[in-house]
């Protein structure tokens, strides 16, 4: 076989036996054709591959001036072909297995204030050309902040879970993994209030001839719904009306900031690795440690000691 067909075996695997979504599939598939067209430029192919040829591969990286992190998930995606191939029968040894992969300096995830939530969340009461956009704005950011989702849960909402004014909503992770995550009291009637304007929105577009859309957040984009981008660029715009640091904000900070917040205040590292979709709860413990550097950084500037000499 060659190395196309090597790589899109295994990518066809991923999918049927752990439900790779599509951007892990496209992310396994760039970094595994890199790694193809540096063999190929070698003269070597996957099958006859050494441990040296790869450690060289990942030294060219390196040279390149590839990010830590980028090196790492290349070695990864190399790591899990050849598991895979050795599995499958395609050689007698794995090439791979005894590689270390780069060490990555830890970095805290960062966060948010509960203040400067708040600023976005009023902002999002506000921000919009039409009275629509803004309450469609309003349950986007109450939803992300109440249940702590990721933007590609967020976005590809299904209005169906919407109906009834649910106290829950069920979820679709990573891996068509399915979780239920709780809903406060301003985002269940920030999304009723969504709901009601999206269906009376829709309903005359169907007397135009328009289809029904499935997604609770729909547009006029290919994938039928607002996409993570354009998401992006409107959290960047409320953070802008909110007053608060643009370059602190994205969707996946108010994901920490869930997190963190709840953490704060008691709640069991357990359930907000369930809440969040986890599937280990050593992902989940580095907000204990996002807690500890925010209490010590609170006893260096206010402690009334900290600034004088001992």
Known sequence: MNNDHWISTFLEAKVAELGAAKNTQMAYARDLNSFSHWATTKAINFET?????????????????????????????????????????????????????PKQPKRLPKTLEVVEVDRLLSAARTTGRTEADRLRNNCLMELLYATGMRVTELVGLPVSSARGNPQML??????????????????????????????????????????????????????GHLTRNRFYMLIKELAVSGGVEPSKVSPHTLRHAFATHLLANGADLRAIQTLLGHADVATTEIYTHVLDERLRELVFEKHPLSNKRV
């Open 49 to 101: 591959i050494k441990r040296v040829n790869i450690e060289d591969y990942l030294v060219d990286c390196d040279t390149e001036g590839l990010a830590t992190s980028t090196r790492a998930r290349r070695l990864s995606a190399i790591k899990q072909l050849y598991r895979f191939a050795f599995e499958e029968g395609w050689l007698t040894e794995d090439p791979s297995i005894r590689i270390k992969g």
């Open 170 to 223: 069920l979820v679709i992770g990573k891996g068509s993994k399915e979780r239920m995550v709780p809903l406060s009291p301003p985002a269940r009637m920030a999304l009723a209030i969504w709901l009601e304007s999206r269906d009376a929105a829709e309903s005359k577009d169907q007397a135009k001839g328009d289809p029904p859309s499935k997604y609770l957040f729909p547009s006029r984009s290919k994938s």
